[in-house]
């Protein structure tokens, strides 16, 4: 079974920035296509950003695209999610997880969830 942990989050000011790290336990993160997800109150998990094996962009959300960058670090095991110019529609606990590419832009494979970071965007 694939377990993945999250790190970062907290809280930032509108227009601040953010970094999120993704780590697998006990499996090279290199082997799969990742992808972040975020789940905000009240509301569904969506996929945000997603990243092929080969470092290729699967996907992101128009929501985020130019602010959010998605990124891997094979020697860390690490997949990194930089994120600038939040506003509060971004607040929201963040996930990420293995994925398979579908028309809408990226899915996960599973339906297991770490806790992921909660990040807040408010002033």
């Known amino acids: 079974q694939l377990r993945f942990v999250e790190s970062g989050g907290g809280l930032v000011q509108p227009g601040g920035t953010l970094k999120l790290s993704c780590t697998g336990s006990?499996?090279?993160?290199?082997?799969?296509?990742i992808g972040w997800f975020r789940q905000a109150p009240g509301k569904e998990r969506e996929p945000v950003s997603c990243?092929?094996?080969?470092?290729?962009?699967?996907y992101y959300a128009d929501t985020v695209k130019g602010r959010f960058t998605i990124s891997r670090d094979s020697a860390k095991n690490t997949v990194g999610h930089q994120m600038t110019n939040l506003n509060g529609s971004d607040t929201a606990v963040y996930y990420c997880?293995?994925?398979?590419?579908?028309?809408?832009?990226?899915?996960?494979?599973?339906?297991?969830w770490g806790r992921g970071p909660q990040v807040t965007v408010s002033s």
């Open positions: 997880a293995a994925v398979q590419a579908v028309r809408s832009g990226c899915a996960p494979v599973h339906n297991t």
């Open positions: 006990g499996f090279q993160l290199s082997l799969w296509p």
């Open positions: 990243i092929r094996e080969s470092d290729g962009i699967m």
